[in-house]
């Protein structure tokens, strides 16, 4: 299978969204239950035995993937519904692409077209595709000012308050909607890869997701399908399946973050700085206040080697 190059091939058009939802019937022991007019009994606790790495459909009520927009993001939509339509279950996918809302100035903290080429992930699937913000933060510029400093790679609040809160609330929709009488048992496929960090190297295949903490509505598996796919092996998929991307790759960006995102590396910040002259003027503007945008340089930095 021949390479694709660090410029990727033009992406196809991005699809319009599956208007419906597929909504699942009741387990049968469920149905059963209610129409005895029996409260059913909750499920048993969630475990993942240590090491496993096949997601197990039938366990699962429905399956989420995770869509930035990004490369990874459609290497990750792709995998999960092909082995999902090989079990016969690509009915239960939905893909989900959290929305990160807008600046004090009102530019997009995302890059413009991501939720496009989300939404084209999912209609290449024909699988229903949602968009959804947190319900606290109405953007994550706003979650920032309010912290009062960036996030960092000790604290991803960005992470957890904004995109982590979204899907916590998506699943309990989604929970709702399937009306199973019991706390929903849901896959959240996420495009982490081995590659990009030691930490991710780490994480395991499957594991029980912190919010399906006990008391809550909630039984959530943690996913990861193309952990161990290399930047070449995703590019690989991308070519070989005809997985749309984004066209940031095409100018440069080698990867698909917030455009402004204090843990992208330097070259890719230079990069964004060049084609995001406005944005990084606000967030220059703002680091003041917040202390240095990353330890290692600062926004003004930035803009200068982007202006050199």
Same mark, same amino acid.
């Given at each position: 299978?021949?390479?694709?190059?660090?410029?990727?091939?033009?992406?196809?058009?991005?699809?319009?969204?599956?208007?419906?939802?597929?909504?699942?019937?009741?387990?049968?022991?469920?149905?059963?239950?209610?129409?005895?007019?029996?409260?059913?009994?909750?499920?048993?606790?969630?475990?993942?035995?240590?090491?496993?790495?096949?997601?197990?459909?039938?366990?699962?009520?429905?399956?989420?993937?995770?869509?930035?927009?990004?490369?990874?993001?459609?290497?990750?939509?792709?995998?999960?519904?092909?082995?999902?339509?090989?079990?016969?279950?690509?009915?239960?996918?939905?893909?989900?692409?959290?929305?990160?809302?807008?600046?004090?100035?009102?530019?997009?903290?995302?890059?413009?077209?991501?939720?496009?080429?989300?939404?084209?992930?999912?209609?290449?699937?024909?699988?229903?595709?949602?968009?959804?913000?947190?319900?606290?933060?109405?953007?994550?510029?706003?979650?920032?000012?309010?912290?009062?400093?960036?996030?960092?790679?000790?604290?991803?609040?960005?992470?957890?308050?904004?995109?982590?809160?979204?899907?916590?609330?998506?699943?309990?929709?989604?929970?709702?909607?399937?009306?199973? %009488?019991? &706390?929903?048992?849901?896959? @959240?496929?996420? +495009? =982490? #890869?081995?590659?990009?960090?030691? $930490?991710?190297?780490?994480?395991?295949?499957?594991?029980?997701?912190?919010?399906?903490?006990?008391?809550?509505?909630?039984?959530?598996?943690?996913?990861?399908?193309?952990?161990?796919?290399?930047?070449?092996?995703?590019?690989?998929?991308?070519?070989?399946? %005809?997985? &749309?991307?984004?066209?940031? @790759?095409?100018? +440069? =960006? #080698?990867?698909?973050?917030?455009? $402004?995102?204090?843990?992208?590396?330097?070259?890719?910040?230079?990069?964004?700085?060049?084609?995001?002259?406005?944005?990084?003027?606000?967030?220059?503007?703002?680091?003041?206040?917040?202390?240095?945008?990353?330890?290692?340089?600062?926004?003004?930095?930035?803009?200068?080697?982007?202006?050199?």
């Amino acid at each position: 299978m021949p390479k694709m190059q660090n410029t990727p091939r033009c992406a196809a058009p991005c699809g319009s969204a599956q208007a419906e939802r597929t909504a699942l019937p009741p387990a049968p022991a469920t149905a059963a239950a209610s129409a005895a007019g029996v409260a059913p009994a909750g499920p048993a606790p969630l475990t993942v035995p240590g090491g496993m790495t096949e997601f197990d459909f039938d366990a699962h009520d429905v399956v989420l993937a995770l869509t930035s927009g990004g490369k990874d993001s459609g290497a990750l939509v792709h995998e999960v519904c092909a082995q999902a339509d090989a079990a016969g279950q690509l009915h239960k996918v939905r893909v989900l692409h959290c929305d990160l809302g807008t600046t004090a100035e009102g530019q997009l903290v995302e890059w413009p077209g991501a939720e496009d080429t989300a939404r084209a992930h999912a209609a290449l699937y024909d699988v229903p595709f949602a968009v959804r913000r947190s319900r606290r933060w109405p953007s994550l510029w706003e979650r920032m000012m309010s912290h009062g400093r960036w996030p960092g790679h000790w604290a991803t609040y960005c992470r957890s308050d904004t995109k982590t809160a979204a899907g916590r609330d998506y699943v309990d929709e989604v929970g709702r909607e399937l009306s199973l %009488g019991r &706390p929903p048992r849901a896959g @959240y496929a996420m +495009g =982490m #890869r081995a590659e990009e960090s030691p $930490a991710r190297a780490k994480k395991p295949i499957l594991e029980v997701h912190r919010m399906s903490g006990k008391g809550t509505l909630r039984r959530v598996t943690t996913w990861l399908p193309v952990h161990h796919l290399t930047t070449a092996q995703v590019w690989d998929a991308h070519q070989q399946h %005809g997985i &749309p991307h984004h066209e940031a @790759y095409n100018l +440069g =960006m #080698r990867r698909l973050s917030c455009r $402004a995102c204090p843990l992208a590396g330097t070259k890719d910040l230079v990069r964004s700085a060049q084609l995001n002259p406005a944005l990084f003027a606000e967030y220059a503007a703002a680091e003041p206040a917040m202390g240095q945008f990353k330890p290692s340089i600062s926004l003004a930095q930035i803009i200068d080697r982007a202006r050199s």
